[in-house]
């Protein structure tokens, strides 16, 4: 029989949470290192080590599946240039320039604004689905946010800084359902060509504006970290919103300022205070109804002809052609036939229908 496909499997819920703790805890490493890096010179180290990272894992996957994963197109190079933009050079630039200004705690926790602003864009521009629970926790998180932005006595959340890391998300949020879109093509190529394009351009504008690069250690610290909290934390991202959309990709990656702020105890040497605490309250609330949110009901799938990774589900029952790769999971162009079928599901690009 062939596996129900649903919106809530576990590989796209593990890709989701994984890619998650690896973004969060990369945050107080990174703030470490603006000690010894300006923002932009920083954000271009960061995704050249994601860059050269995936540039060796893509050629390792090609050689073990070569037709597993559709290949990027002519036509995608539009809309990977917005995400490379968005999402490669203004995101964490605006991120590290809030970082300077605030304390990693709080910089940390204010990333859960990515959250909820992609959630908008999904539903408002990208015709994607939530309910009223999700909508609730979207509203929490937002609340957990603003009790961040306060000024204590420390002075430890300037506004400006505040300001700055809510504007990063802004552009993460836009990132994340562009990057939706391209979601059927290969994770690895995606990630590395933002990668690689996005670190390449800060790069060249930090050296330009006269920066200069850190000690060799740091330089490699700094590699070391874009390939594993940028490189593999996006390509996992990426696999995420294939299954469950953007929108519900962010609800779970929601659980990443969370491993920030931890993290950022022990390696910044930081507490947390009575405000971070109490903002906590809403955010920790927020996460949890949208872990726990569930979509279920009968609807239709319309006729549709499209080419990317999968398996013989409920969603994919075709013929095959003698050219076609043998094996599962592989990737071909292929037509989903008419079919009105029942099961939980999110707003992935199989599950775009009224409600």
Not at 110 to 123: D, I, K, Q
Not at 269 to 297: I, N, Q
């Amino acid at each position: 029989m062939a596996r129900q496909a649903s919106a809530f499997d576990g590989a796209g819920t593990i890709a989701a949470l994984a890619a998650a703790a690896l973004f969060g805890v990369g945050t107080p490493y990174a703030k470490r290192l603006l000690a010894v890096a300006s923002p932009l010179l920083l954000s271009g180290l960061l995704y050249v080590g994601a860059g050269l990272a995936l540039t060796l894992s893509r050629a390792v996957a090609a050689r073990l599946r070569p037709d597993a994963e559709t290949p990027l197109r002519r036509a995608d190079l539009g809309m990977l240039a917005a995400i490379v933009a968005c999402g490669g050079i203004l995101g964490p630039l605006l991120m590290l320039v809030g970082l300077r200004r605030v304390s990693g705690v709080v910089g940390a926790l204010l990333l859960n604004l990515e959250g909820p602003l992609t959630m908008v864009l999904a539903v408002a521009l990208f015709g994607e689905h939530l309910g009223r629970r999700a909508g609730a926790a979207a509203a929490l998180i937002a609340l957990g946010a603003v009790v961040l932005t306060a000024r204590g006595p420390s002075g430890a959340s300037d506004g400006w800084g505040a300001v700055a890391i809510a504007a990063a998300c802004v552009c993460w949020a836009i990132d994340n359902n562009l990057t939706q879109r391209l979601s059927l093509r290969d994770p690895i190529a995606i990630a590395r060509a933002k990668s690689l394009a996005a670190g390449t351009c800060s790069m060249t504008a930090a050296l330009a504006l006269g920066a200069r690069l850190p000690a060799p250690p740091a330089v490699v610290a700094a590699l070391l970290l874009g390939a594993v909290s940028y490189g593999a934390s996006l390509v996992l991202a990426i696999v995420a919103m294939r299954h469950i959309g953007a929108a519900r990709q962010a609800a779970y990656f929601a659980t990443a300022p969370f491993v920030g702020a931890l993290a950022a105890l022990p390696v910044l040497g930081e507490r947390l205070g009575g405000r971070e605490l109490a903002a906590a309250v809403p955010l920790v609330a927020g996460v949890v109804l949208l872990l726990r949110d569930r979509h279920a009901h009968r609807h239709a799938h319309e006729a549709m002809e499209h080419e990317h990774r999968h398996v013989h589900d409920a969603h994919h029952r075709h013929v095959h052609l003698p050219d076609d790769p043998p094996g599962e999971p592989h990737a071909h162009g292929h037509r989903h036939e008419p079919v009105t079928h029942a099961h939980a599901h999110g707003s992935d690009l199989h599950h775009r229908h009224r409600h």
